[in-house]
């Protein structure tokens, strides 16, 4: 959404509390959504003001060379001009912009049994773990021997090299 087009007022102002009531059908819900709007812009404008003064960012360490931008400058104060987070959700509020859906008991129910029940089942693996040590299947000097053309306990691999030895010596004796 484009917060530089919004027409929130700039400082605060008094409410009239029945209206916002009006919107949710109780002051506490408008609120919440009010504030978790609120949450969602003051994020976004925050993300989209570092995107902006990144281009101007120095990643060199002397200290001496400080630079003034003036265009870097500007884009700061247009950001502490906007009208405050608060201010854009209500206004969003009241102008019938915002869509939100505040769940039923039954809905909330649900979702907390479903979040015990994942509490319970990440207990029980922690149990479990306790338990039971795991253990590798394989130790380490098996898996470095399946790594190797030869295992490192084999005492064949000296009496291969011998005899390779010793067929190059035959072969050498036979050319001479």
Same mark, same amino acid.
């Given at each position: 959404?484009?917060?530089?087009k919004?027409?929130?007022?700039?400082?605060?102002?008094?409410?009239?509390?029945g &209206?916002?009531?009006?919107?949710?059908?109780?002051?506490?819900?408008?609120?919440?959504v009010a504030?978790?709007r609120?949450?969602?812009?003051?994020?976004?404008?925050? $993300?989209?003001?570092?995107?902006?003064?990144?281009?101007?960012?120095?990643?060199?360490?002397n200290?001496e060379?400080?630079?003034? $931008?003036?265009?870097?400058i500007?884009?700061?104060?247009?950001?502490?001009? &906007?009208?405050?987070p608060?201010?854009?959700?209500?206004?969003?509020?009241?102008?019938?912009? &915002? $869509?939100?859906?505040?769940?039923?008991?039954?809905?909330?129910?649900?979702a907390e049994?479903?979040a015990?029940?994942?509490?319970?089942?990440?207990?029980?693996v922690?149990?479990?773990?306790?338990?039971?040590p795991?253990?590798p299947e394989?130790?380490?000097?098996?898996?470095?021997a399946?790594s190797?053309?030869t295992? &490192?306990?084999?005492?064949?691999?000296?009496?291969?090299?011998?005899?390779?030895?010793?067929?190059?010596?035959?072969?050498k004796?036979?050319?001479?």
């Amino acid at each position: 959404m484009d917060y530089k087009k919004n027409n929130a007022p700039t400082s605060v102002i008094t409410r009239d509390t029945g &209206l916002l009531e009006s919107k949710t059908g109780n002051i506490y819900e408008t609120v919440v959504v009010a504030s978790r709007r609120a949450n969602q812009i003051g994020t976004d404008l925050k $993300n989209e003001l570092n995107k902006k003064l990144e281009e101007f960012a120095s990643y060199t360490d002397n200290l001496e060379e400080i630079f003034e $931008n003036r265009e870097q400058i500007e884009i700061s104060k247009f950001y502490e001009r &906007l009208p405050k987070p608060t201010l854009m959700a209500l206004q969003e509020i009241l102008e019938d912009k &915002l $869509n939100f859906r505040i769940p039923s008991d039954e809905e909330i129910q649900q979702a907390e049994e479903l979040a015990r029940a994942k509490e319970r089942a990440e207990q029980e693996v922690l149990a479990d773990r306790k338990a039971k040590p795991v253990m590798p299947e394989k130790t380490f000097d098996e898996i470095i021997a399946e790594s190797h053309d030869t295992p &490192l306990d084999d005492p064949e691999p000296e009496k291969k090299t011998k005899a390779k030895k010793e067929s190059k010596s035959k072969t050498k004796k036979d050319d001479k």
